[in-house]
């Protein structure tokens, strides 16, 4: 149901365009790991990633799961609650395991949050937090990298400018472009696995910009 619904919300808030690396669909069991640059960017990477026949489980902030509705269709579909910095957050990566030894590909933001800017702009994925690294390292999962590009330019800034975003998108159409990488396996240690799926990353956000251009190019041409 998330999926379908970030499918049909996507096209209403901007333009997307989606592209993929040579190496071919994305496998069962797959981390797919993204940059998160906006409030509104679950959305169209969740579409996009529908779009090449993916249905993630999403590892996200607990406080969605408080929401009335959200919360429950959340639950429902098995995506996963993340207890930011208490005793729970071990289990996160557990229930985590599970999913990707189940065959899902699980969908996760290593910067752990967005990033406090209020401008539209773009900018380089902040860094990573250990927990991508960890649940690579002890699955043996590939991981294949997400950049997003444009998201910002739907939703970002204080609280007001978010809402007039959201509001006022469907009129502006924004342009926005999602990239997936070819998959990595995360060398040992976990330091040296944080910083190589930073680096993918960060590669596919490039990508993703150069796409991001390209589409605008070709719209202005």
């Not at 607990?62 to 957050?89: K, M, N, Q």
């Not at 809402?163 to 990595?184: C, I, S």
Request: glycine share 12%.
């Amino acid at each position: 149901m998330i999926s379908h619904v970030a499918a049909a919300l996507a096209p209403v808030f901007g333009r997307m365009t989606v592209s993929e690396g040579a190496s071919g669909p994305v496998a069962g069991g797959t981390i797919l790991a993204a940059n998160h640059t906006s409030l509104a960017d679950p959305v169209i990477v969740v579409a996009a990633l529908r779009r090449l026949g993916v249905d993630p489980v999403i590892m996200a902030t607990a406080g969605l799961w408080r929401i009335p509705v959200l919360g429950r269709v959340l639950a429902r579909e098995g995506h996963i609650p993340v207890h930011r910095g208490t005793a729970s957050a071990a289990r996160s990566l557990a229930d985590a395991a599970g999913a990707l030894a189940a065959g899902r590909c699980v969908l996760m933001y290593g910067e752990g949050g967005i990033p406090a800017r209020r401008d539209a702009g773009e900018a380089a994925p902040l860094p990573f937090r250990s927990g991508l690294a960890r649940l690579a390292l002890a699955t043996g999962a590939p991981v294949r990298p997400v950049g997003q590009a444009g998201v910002r330019r739907v939703c970002s800034g204080t609280t007001a400018k978010q809402l007039a975003g959201v509001l006022t998108a469907p009129v502006r159409r924004p342009r926005v472009h999602v990239h997936v990488g070819a998959p990595l396996f995360l060398p040992g240690g976990v330091p040296e696995a944080t910083a190589a799926a930073h680096g993918a990353v960060t590669s596919a956000w490039h990508t993703a910009l150069s796409g991001l251009a390209c589409a605008h190019a070709s719209s202005s041409g």
